[in-house]
């Protein structure tokens, strides 16, 4: 009996030790195999270090911001361009070059033939009026249309019960950006039928020209805005005005300009200026007909260009090779942004300075690897992304690649700030964390793109995805403000990377001292391994859901 108990027991053991030492045979085999892609793929090539030397110099002072258009901006796209070529990643923009040129046109105000009267009084250009927009001679008499806009989901209509039709509009609030009461989530529906901006609903209702009276954030900034309009002038593609009509003639006005349009008229300048920031605008009203403003604007055009940065590292398939797995990130930010302070530059070391670095990693990564991806590698790093996704779109309207070979786009647009232990700064409230990253679209046209992602996060390094943003009626609509945008609506499957907005979003402060050089290893390396499994797999992911309504329609 003693015996068989002692071989009961040791069977027992036996039973009770061999699953353990089996499972963790099979987690060390799990990882030995993780080692041996990661190895294969050159994955650990992408480093902190690294990514720190490029950074440094793409987000230094001498780069000035890298606004579109600018020499540090076409400075940053040599320095990008030259090391591809030295990667020995093939060019894919024009004539056999790693640029894809887009003419800008710039117009500015001619001072000598612009002019602008008042009850027979010419007005001072700079100091009564700004010209922001359009050029033309017009005599016409005026009406008030608030803020400008026509919002339907808000029941805003800025000529209710008036014909505006062949007069000049006066309109509240400043020529860009939203105004009280209206937020980029009420733009629901399409444009043109269920919202528009000032100067589009102006021109369908038949207005002549447009007069801003400015608000109290665009007096703040009145002589930083005087030299950028009639200093820099107004800018933007070429081929994109080219398909649209030109702006309508608009100025902005002085505070005591506006008292003189609206003395003796149904509210004063002051009612205005109180119903804005109180009860609200007066409804909209025609002014005196025999009050006119006379507007002769005139501008001088020159054509400037700027370029995408455009390379492809060829896939090792003969078949597969001719469809990509495409990377972007936009290599612009904002420029002197503080032409008055100690700091006068937006060094945008994080917007978009880290997405920019992590795709340089990643080419590194490719041309060092012992093996290549199935399928072609296309990498665009945009111009103008800051200016209204230009480089982007013009990419798509007019690419260099066969469009509908592109099986996805992965876009990285800010991906190396963290948000640090007891940070109470309400401006870093949604920043991620040191291994997080808001994930965006990943499932949003494909499943098995989303499905895809996860798998090879949680076999590699298994960040924390957040999805906080991942939704197309997200009101702060991040899905629509960056590049991957103009890439989904011509039904490629996309994944945005981002890592929250921070206190030195669009400020001097976004510096490459205050990346967290970790994160963005983390980061690029994960989207690294997804490009390697997107581009390796037989079939390319398939789009299973309809594009969004909104998507379809903005």
Request: charged residues 25%.
């Amino acid at each position: 009996m003693r015996r068989l108990m002692t071989i009961l027991l040791l069977a027992s053991m036996l039973v009770v030790s061999f699953p353990s030492s089996f499972a963790q045979r099979n987690t060390d085999k799990a990882k030995k195999a993780a080692a041996s892609v990661t190895t294969q793929r050159g994955t650990d090539t992408i480093t902190a270090a690294q990514m720190h030397d490029y950074l440094s110099f793409i987000a230094s002072d001498e780069m000035e911001g890298r606004d579109t258009p600018s020499r540090g901006l076409d400075t940053t796209a040599k320095f990008i361009a030259t090391n591809l070529g030295r990667w020995g990643l093939k060019p894919a923009g024009d004539n056999g070059t790693f640029f894809q040129t887009i003419e800008l046109r710039r117009d500015r105000a001619d001072g000598g033939q612009t002019k602008v009267e008042f009850f027979g009084r010419t007005l001072n250009s700079g100091v009564e009026y700004i010209p922001v927009a359009g050029s033309g001679v017009v005599n016409a008499p005026m009406v008030f249309a608030g803020n400008g806009w026509f919002v339907k989901s808000k029941n805003i209509d800025a000529y209710k019960d008036i014909d505006p039709t062949g007069k000049i509009a006066i309109i509240y609030g400043s020529p860009a950006g939203f105004p009280r009461g209206i937020s980029r989530a009420d733009l629901t529906g399409k444009m043109g039928d269920d919202w528009m901006g000032p100067s589009d609903y102006a021109r369908k209702k038949g207005v002549v020209a447009l007069v801003y009276v400015p608000d109290v954030q665009f007096l703040t900034g009145w002589d930083r805005t005087r030299r950028l309009i009639m200093d820099r002038g107004s800018i933007g593609v070429a081929k994109f005005q080219a398909q649209g009509s030109n702006p309508l003639p608009s100025i902005v006005v002085s505070p005591e300009i506006a008292s003189g349009i609206f003395l003796g008229e149904k509210a004063n300048a002051n009612q205005i200026y109180n119903g804005y920031y109180g009860t609200g605008l007066p409804a909209p009203f025609a002014l005196n007909p025999d009050k006119k403003l006379n507007m002769n604007l005139a501008n001088r055009s020159e054509v400037i260009p700027t370029q995408n940065v455009v390379a492809v590292w060829e896939g090792g398939d003969p078949v597969l090779k001719n469809e990509y797995v495409a990377i972007g990130a936009h290599y612009d930010h904002v420029g002197i942004c503080a032409p008055n302070a100690t700091d006068q530059i937006c060094n945008g070391a994080d917007d978009d300075g880290s997405g920019t670095t992590g795709m340089l990693a990643i080419a590194e990564a490719l041309a060092k690897a012992p093996t290549r991806p199935k399928r072609s590698v296309l990498f665009v790093w945009h111009c103008g992304e800051e200016k209204g996704l230009w480089g982007s779109r013009y990419f798509t309207e007019y690419p260099t690649v066969p469009l509908n070979q592109i099986v996805t786009q992965l876009n990285m647009d800010m991906i190396g700030r963290s948000k640090k232990d007891g940070d109470t700064n309400t401006r870093n409230k949604d920043l991620t964390g040191p291994n997080d990253i808001y994930v965006i679209g990943s499932t949003m046209m494909s499943t098995e793109l989303g499905e895809i992602l996860e798998t090879v996060n949680k076999s590699y390094l298994n960040l924390g995805f957040n999805k906080r943003y991942d939704d197309p009626s997200d009101p702060e609509r991040f899905f629509y403000r960056s590049d991957h945008y103009n890439y989904a609506k011509k039904g490629i499957p996309i994944i945005f990377f981002f890592d929250g907005v921070h206190e030195d979003y669009h400020r001097a402060g976004d510096s490459a001292d205050k990346i967290d050089y970790q994160k963005m290893e983390k980061v690029a390396r994960t989207v690294y391994m997804m490009l390697w499994e997107v581009a390796t797999r037989p079939t390319r992911p398939k789009v299973d859901k309809p594009l969004p309504a909104q998507l379809s329609t903005n």
